[in-house]
């Protein structure tokens, strides 16, 4: 809960930079710690940061109507990935497709409020049937919210996800869990 006085009125919100959509910069302020606040959840800083924009998050959305997200990234034929993921067989490897989708997770856990560091739990089933190569224009993810739980004073989330390649699904993982530590 925020508090704002502004000339002597008393206005309260529930989270001040909850919006629906999130560009680069916006994105890097988080990975500063300057969205969610000290000591709780933020991206990690290039070139971790598997996305660009979070195009779409909502709170009571999705295919569980516990909410979603969607986030973008623009491949160019540059990204540090390829010069060693495969030497002369350049692919984006799988595993930063899923880590983008646990670095969504624990976005979403910051988002509606929830305090705490964001680490990733595991993974339930993750299926790759394509791959990111350097012809591939926009890789999209899409993210489903399960659950939330509250244990002991940590949160921990569960969501299924969907990364697709210029418009192609080539990833899907089912239980993806991610906890918010204090």
């Known amino acids: 809960m925020y508090i704002i006085i502004l000339q002597n009125q008393v206005l309260r919100c529930s989270n001040l930079m909850k919006k ?33 924009r979070i195009t779409e998050i909502n709170d009571n959305n999705g295919a569980f109507k516990k909410g979603s997200l969607k986030a973008e990234l623009d491949i160019k034929k540059d990204m540090w990935f390829f010069d060693c993921h495969f030497k002369e067989d350049p692919v984006m490897p799988g595993c930063l497709g899923l880590d983008a989708m646990w670095q969504l997770v624990g976005f979403y856990l910051g988002w509606i409020g929830n305090p705490g560091k964001g680490r990733a739990l595991g993974v339930g089933t993750v299926k790759f049937t ?33 990364v697709s390649a210029d418009g192609k699904k080539i990833y899907s993982a089912e239980s993806l869990k991610v906890g918010l530590f204090k």
């Open 20 to 52: 629906n959509s999130y560009s680069y910069d916006e994105l890097i302020s988080c990975g500063n710690g300057g969205l969610f606040g000290p000591g709780n959840a933020k991206l990690p800083l290039p070139p971790m940061l598997m996305f660009d």
């Open 130 to 162: 394509g791959e990111v190569l350097q012809d591939v224009k926009l890789v999209k993810y899409e993210i489903d919210m399960k659950k939330i739980m509250s244990p002991g004073g940590t949160t921990v989330g569960l969501a299924n996800g969907v």
